[in-house]
Every structure is written in structure tokens, then in C-alpha cells.
């Protein structure tokens, strides 16, 4: 069956560090990919989404994500975090084989030290 | 602010009743999601309705029903509660009919406790 998978659970990062968050998904094809985040106590946020072209797209609050189709993977980075960057992250896959309905990881909960 | 609107924001309520779940999508928007979050299940799709019509079902109970109405607001509707219902309530809304094709724009949340 199609998933998506989200190997962290959590994450902690100082404040200034860089950041990866990693996201694999099993399809055939290129699916459309996304990134959202739920700060605490919010609803979920769109910060980036691929569909085609250059794989290496840029979103809100200085987050980037790069598809790699040979490893089915569309990993979430940012190059220097900030406190306000604490809160959930999920990445979602939508594809022909489900119909175009969304597919949601899990879920990486971002903690910041300070 | 998404422009999605979900009321009421907070429902307690005891086992073996039910509520109703109310949801406002963006202006223009034609189609309706529904999600439940909870600590143990995570963030679990519902129920997608498209200009009144469902387009398709997730993990949705059968003691849970929505609707889309006329004017494209959306009602959730859980029924015979059991306390492993209490969780975050989601609304989402997008422009389009495909969702793995358009921004979902998410409303606060109705967050139920069922007691």
C-alpha cells in the first residue's frame, strides 16, 4: 500500500543550527508533495509544495524542500532555526493511486534548545 | 488566519451523546475536509466534500457523519461518543476537487472532550 514515512518522531535542534526533517513516500511515479506545520495550539500551515519542474523549491519562513526521485524522498530543510520554528511538522504525498487524496506522514515534532 | 472558521472551539460533552461540528470554508472554496487528530492515532483524514457532494472517505466512523450544504459550509456530526473520540477536530478547505492537488487552508479547530 502507498505511505508516507516520517522516520523522526521528534527532533531537537539549537537555536541557529541547521535542520533537516525527512520524508519518503512509496509510489511508482512523481506524486505531488507536501509540507505543512502546526505550530502548538494552531491549525496546519502549507509551507512548500512540488509538483513538477525544478526540484529544489523554496517555501515560507525560509524553508526549503528537494525531491529526489531516486530515493523517493522530499526532505524539509532550513539553514539556521529559530525558537518560533518549534512545532509540528508533516509532510503529505497526494497521487493518482489514491485518487489525488492527500497521504499524511506521521508527523516530526520540532524542539528547539535554546 | 486562513479564513476557515470552525465553531464551536472547545465541546465537553459525556459518553453516548452526540454533537454537531461546524465548519465555514474559505470564501470560494468549494471543497471541505475533515480531519481528527489525536495523540495516540495522530492526524487522520475523515471525510472530503466537494460543492455538496462527497468525494471521498477516510477513516471516518459510522457513528460519524458530515454533510456539505448549499451554501458550502460543512457539518461533522458525532454520535454514541466514546471517550477514545475525544481528540482535535480539523476543517480544512481548497479551491479545488483534487486534494492532493490543491492547498488545503486549515481552520483552528474544534477541540472535543468526551467525558
Known amino acids: 500500500a502507498q505511505s508516507v514515512t516520517q522516520p523522526d518522531i521528534h527532533i531537537t535542534v539549537s537555536e541557529g543550527a541547521s535542520l533537516e526533517l525527512r520524508c519518503n513516500y512509496s509510489y511508482g511515479a512523481t506524486p505531488y508533495l507536501f509540507w505543512y506545520v502546526q505550530s502548538p495550539g494552531q491549525g496546519l500551515q502549507l509551507l512548500l509544495k512540488?509538483?513538477?519542474?525544478d526540484t529544489l523549491v523554496q517555501g515560507i519562513k525560509g524553508f526549503e524542500a528537494e525531491f529526489k526521485r531516486s530515493q523517493s524522498s522530499f526532505n524539509l530543510r532550513k539553514p539556521s532555526v529559530h525558537w518560533s520554528d518549534a512545532a509540528e511538522y508533516f509532510c503529505?504525498?497526494?497521487?493518482?493511486?489514491?485518487?489525488?487524496?492527500?497521504?499524511w506522514g506521521a508527523g516530526t515534532k520540532l524542539i528547539i534548545k535554546p | 488566519d486562513s479564513g476557515v472558521t470552525q465553531t464551536p472551539k472547545h465541546l465537553i460533552t459525556a459518553t453516548g451523546q452526540r454533537v454537531t461540528l461546524r465548519c465555514s470554508p474559505r470564501s470560494g472554496d468549494l471543497s471541505v475536509y475533515w480531519y481528527q487528530q489525536s495523540l495516540d492515532q495522530g492526524l487522520q483524514f475523515l471525510i472530503h466534500?466537494?460543492?455538496?457532494?462527497?468525494?471521498a472517505k477516510g477513516n471516518i466512523l459510522e457513528r460519524f457523519s458530515a454533510q456539505q450544504f448549499p451554501d458550502l459550509h460543512s457539518e461533522l456530526n458525532l454520535s454514541s461518543l466514546e471517550l477514545g473520540d475525544s481528540a482535535l477536530y480539523f476543517c480544512?478547505?481548497?479551491?479545488?476537487?483534487?486534494?492532493?492537488?490543491?492547498?488545503?487552508?486549515f481552520g483552528p479547530g474544534t477541540r472535543l472532550t468526551v467525558l
Open positions: 480544512a478547505s481548497s479551491a479545488g476537487g483534487l486534494a492532493g492537488y490543491n492547498e488545503q487552508f
Open positions: 503529505a504525498v497526494g497521487h493518482m493511486d489514491s485518487n489525488y487524496q492527500l497521504i
Open positions: 466534500y466537494y460543492n455538496g457532494e462527497e468525494r
Open positions: 512540488y509538483f513538477s519542474g
